[in-house]
């Protein structure tokens, strides 16, 4: 069995959710949380980064503080979907930094891009500017945020 295979038990669960909530917490802090002492709980850790579990540490970021006031997504239906296509898309939009998420989806539409902007005249101009010129872009379905309900959720560790 692989390390990512590897079931969790209960005190990894528990490391697991510590760290989503606070990935700041020092290695005593971690271990208190979660009744082990330090080494054991480094030598955890460290199992679930190389598992994969763990895929890096993270500032969550205030989008209004940088002038980024716009919040919207872009939902896309493709011209054809090919595999060439596919890639050539994805890797062109890999490269906007405005587009902070990009989903491949089942149902009416192929791609759900999620984009910040500085406000609706940038966010429009990126849409039209380097959006539509993506690779394949057939149609396009644009809203916009109006309340952030729930952001940057934790994921369920199955506690």
């Given at each position: 069995m692989s390390e990512s295979?590897?079931?969790?038990?209960?005190?990894?669960?528990?490391?697991?959710?510590?760290?989503?909530?606070?990935?700041?917490?020092?290695?005593a802090e971690l271990a208190e949380k979660v009744s082990l002492s330090q080494s054991p709980c480094w030598r955890r850790v460290q199992l679930l980064e190389r598992g994969g579990f763990i895929l890096g540490y993270h500032a969550r970021l205030e989008r209004r503080q940088l002038g980024l006031s716009v919040h919207g997504f872009v939902s896309l239906r493709m011209e054809d979907h090919t595999p060439r296509t596919a890639a050539?898309?994805?890797?062109?939009?890999?490269?906007?930094?405005?587009?902070?998420?990009?989903?491949?989806?089942?149902?009416q539409y192929d791609y759900q891009l999620e984009l910040v902007a500085a406000d609706h005249e940038?966010?429009?101009?990126?849409?039209?500017?380097?959006?539509?010129?993506?690779?394949?872009?057939?149609?396009?379905?644009?809203?916009?945020?109006?309340?952030?309900?729930?952001?940057?959720?934790?994921?369920?560790?199955?506690?």
């Amino acid at each position: 069995m692989s390390e990512s295979e590897r079931d969790l038990d209960r005190t990894d669960r528990l490391i697991l959710e510590a760290l989503q909530a606070n990935a700041r917490l020092t290695m005593a802090e971690l271990a208190e949380k979660v009744s082990l002492s330090q080494s054991p709980c480094w030598r955890r850790v460290q199992l679930l980064e190389r598992g994969g579990f763990i895929l890096g540490y993270h500032a969550r970021l205030e989008r209004r503080q940088l002038g980024l006031s716009v919040h919207g997504f872009v939902s896309l239906r493709m011209e054809d979907h090919t595999p060439r296509t596919a890639a050539s898309f994805e890797r062109q939009v890999v490269a906007l930094p405005e587009v902070i998420a990009c989903q491949n989806l089942s149902g009416q539409y192929d791609y759900q891009l999620e984009l910040v902007a500085a406000d609706h005249e940038a966010f429009a101009r990126l849409v039209r500017e380097k959006i539509r010129s993506l690779p394949g872009v057939k149609d396009i379905y644009t809203s916009f945020t109006l309340k952030e309900v729930k952001t940057g959720g934790a994921l369920p560790v199955g506690l």
